[in-house]
């Protein structure tokens, strides 16, 4: 089952998933910030994205710059925490496909995985 992370406050976010559509997929929207990814979830996406967990982090957010999260001494377990306790730091969208995941930044990304 196709999966994407969703804020519908976000107009990328609305873009990518209306884009998504228009191609004939339909995931199973998660609205992350409601319903936030478990730790293991979010490993799990990281692993897809074929990424470190840093690159998942959105940096302009202000719980960001109140938890210290540019340190880089901190751990890929350690921003995990991080996100799952403040999913509003989860980058946004993410469209993940079976062993796959791409951040849909920009929105066009989330074709390369149909």
């Known amino acids: 089952m196709d999966q ?3 804020n519908p406050r976000c107009s990328k976010s609305r873009g990518a998933l209306a884009l998504l559509a228009e ?4 995931p199973q ?3 992350y910030l409601d319903t936030p990814p478990s730790k293991a979830q ?3 996406i990281v692993r897809k994205l074929g990424l470190p967990a ?10 960001y710059k109140d938890l210290g999260l ?3 001494a901190l751990t890929d377990a350690a921003l995990i925490d991080a996100m799952h306790a403040h999913p509003i730091l989860i980058e946004r969208p993410i469209f993940v496909r079976g062993d796959r995941a791409v951040i849909g930044r920009p929105i066009e990304n989330v074709l390369q995985l149909l």
């Open 4 to 6: 994407y992370f969703h």
């Open 70 to 72: 540019a340190d880089p």
């Open 29 to 31: 929207v998660v609205a």
């Open 42 to 44: 979010i490993r799990e």
């Open 54 to 63: 840093r690159a998942l982090l959105r940096t302009g957010e202000d719980a």
């Open 23 to 26: 191609h004939g997929v339909q």
